[in-house]
Nanobody, 120 residues
Framework: QVQLVESGGGLVQAGGSLRLSCVAS????????MGWFRQAPGKQRELVAY???????NYADSVKDRFTISRDNAKNTVYLQMNNLKPEDTAIYYC??????????????WGQGTQVTVSS
């Protein structure tokens, strides 16, 4: 089956760094981009960043200049490098395979999520 598997979450102090990984396997339909979402308790799931097959990148304003999304096509892996982490970054982070037609459109392909906790 089609799978997205996230890893790399953990507990860090404010100002620290983590790198999340998302490994894709199987055949995806109508996918030309990969995105990272996050969801904190009591809040809506929000798009953090995405990268297209052509290398175009977009970030949410809240993480711009702190997070970096990248892709290694040979390894079918998308990364999210998170620097200068803040307590408000605490959330479950999810990987999604989607498409970009103007804005990012998530598919039904989601990873299981990885917990990121940032202490002050």
């Amino acid at each position: 089956q089609v799978q997205l598997v996230e890893s790399g979450g953990g507990l860090v102090q404010a100002g620290g760094s983590l790198r999340l990984s998302c490994v894709a396997s199987g055949r995806f339909s109508s996918v030309n981009a990969m995105g990272w979402f996050r969801q904190a308790p009591g809040k809506q799931r929000e798009l953090v960043a995405y990268i297209t097959s052509g290398g175009s990148i977009n970030y949410a304003d809240s993480v711009k200049d702190r997070f970096t999304i990248s892709r290694d096509n040979a390894k079918n892996t998308v990364y999210l490098q998170m620097n200068n982490l803040k307590p408000e970054d605490t959330a479950i982070y999810y990987c999604n395979a989607g498409s970009v037609i103007g804005g990012y459109g998530p598919s039904g392909y989601w990873g299981q999520g990885t917990q990121v906790t940032v202490s002050s």
